[in-house]
């Protein structure tokens, strides 16, 4: 599923915008400064989505004008049946993503992800680790106990997850490698090895690996509930450094399937460094929305640009200030080739 266009009326700090021709891209990036606007796009779909089942309008919050009810629309790539279950369709993370640490100490049934309310503003805290921890259990003890896998050893059905979460995670970080987790009736946790040091606990990862960690389980766990669904994630560098930055963004890339569709805001050199890798290479598979210096009190229209050096130098002046007059080449090397090695 794509997103084809988002129709936007007195909603935030909109007063009539239209998002177009993003249907063709697996991944949507919402670029511009801080305070451009790039967060409310996706509470705006977060608001359309969670209207269709739950009461969560506020209109001090979501209204532009007090007086004036707000409107979304979003048009799709396909019709839409008349009893689809518009929960299954999107998945949104917030840019407060922060558990620190967690101890599991007793299980319940957990509901699918989408059935439960979640994040009624992209504002709200997003704790989610020791909620995907128990259903990774879950997840786990279901395929132990379903007669097909019954052929399968129990190390193989562990690794199922785990695996995946493991070789994400190393493709990222050199030096910090998923173990599993300890046992999920004794304070279970998850717990890694970091260079010499083995059994080394969730809650001693820095905030950047826990950020990074986070949202791999949380996909590699719920991307199979969003079949054909629409992710989103507000900042998804946050805590990170640069350099991991770009590998992040490359990782969920290739973890979400080309079925489903991702937007993502970001202000990071890094993620948009890696973007103008991925477009060299994936062509029209990748959109960039620029959300500078639009004035959002008229009616505006965005589609996706082009990175060209103008383009280019836009970004660098939002990622990292004066500093682009400092490191601008004098000189420029032209060399046969592209991006992709080829």
Known sequence: ????????????????LIIKG??????????????????????????????????????TYHNKYLNIGHQIDIIFNQDLPHDYNYQKLMHFRSAHRNEADFTVEQ???????????????????????SDNFKRLVGMTVSDLYN?????????????????????????????????????????????FKKGKVEKFHYKNLSSGEKSA?????????????????????????????TSLQSKLIEEIYNII????????????????QKIKELIACKNQDISIIDFSEQNFDEEIVLEPCNIDNIIWEKFLSFTIGNLSNFIAPEII??????????
């Open 22 to 59: 993003t249907e063709q891209s697996k991944l949507v990036a919402l670029v511009g400064p801080n305070g451009s606007g790039k967060s409310s796009i996706l509470e705006a779909c977060n608001t359309w989505q969670k209207s269709k089942r739950w009461n969560i309008i506020d209109t």
């Open 213 to 241: 960690f986070d949202l791999l389980l949380d996909l590699v766990l719920k991307i199979e509930y969003f079949e054909d669904g629409i992710i989103f994630i507000d900042e998804p560098e946050t805590h990170m450094h």
């Open 333 to 342: 090397i032209f060399c046969e080739g592209n991006l992709c090695g080829e």
């Open 147 to 191: 007669n097909e896998n019954s052929e399968i050893l129990v190390k193989d059905l562990k690794e199922r997850l785990l695996g995946k979460l493991r070789k994400s995670m190393k493709n990222i970080f050199d030096d910090l490698i998923l173990e599993g987790i300890t046992n999920p009736f004794e304070n279970g946790s998850f717990y």
């Open 1 to 16: 599923m794509r997103i084809k266009e988002i129709q936007i009326k007195n909603f935030k700090r909109f007063d009539n």
């Open 257 to 272: 399937p080309d079925n489903n569709q991702l937007w993502i805001t970001t202000h990071s050199l890094g993620i948009l």
């Open 107 to 129: 299980f319940s049934k957990m509901s699918k992800p989408y059935e439960s309310l979640k994040l009624r503003k992209i504002i709200d805290n997003d704790t989610s680790v």
